[in-house]
């Protein structure tokens, strides 16, 4: 199982937008620039990391984007979501999806659902504000 290129894209132009929390707006451009993506790819993710109410956009004076929530409300899973759908590692996990030839006999298709909610928890478990941290340094809950 591999993300895809966008999804990977997605969670590096998250990251980078955490990492202006509290500071001064980024555009998209910046936000090419920063993480270098072409400024195309940070477009189209801008436009699906805000429709999936992840990222929200000011506009006017000192306007831009900016997290649509906490850093530490958002995780691993709600970003691969926003680009990919639903997590789902089989296609017949997905609804209105019957174009398996097995589908009629198949004895693990009931099993598929508990196996992308495990997927789906391993993600919502890892916050933005985990990814966004330098590699290396410790976590909060670890230096008390």
Request: glycine content about 8%.
């Amino acid at each position: 199982m591999r993300l895809s290129s966008m999804a990977d894209y997605a969670v590096v132009a998250m990251c980078a937008a955490a990492r202006h929390c509290g500071q001064a707006r980024i555009n998209a451009p910046r936000l090419a620039e920063e993480t270098g993506l072409p400024l195309p790819t940070v477009q189209k993710l801008v436009s699906k990391l805000s429709a999936a109410g992840l990222l929200k956009s000011v506009r006017g004076l000192g306007g831009g984007l900016k997290l649509a929530r906490p850093a530490a409300a958002i995780t691993l899973a709600d970003i691969v979501e926003a680009v990919e759908g639903p997590i789902a590692l089989a296609t017949c996990s997905t609804h209105g999806r019957s174009d398996c030839t097995l589908e009629s006999a198949c004895s693990v298709r009931p099993h598929w659902p508990v196996v992308d909610a495990t997927l789906r928890g391993a993600l919502a478990g890892i916050s933005l504000v985990q990814l966004s941290r330098p590699a290396g340094s410790p976590s909060p809950e670890l230096t008390s």
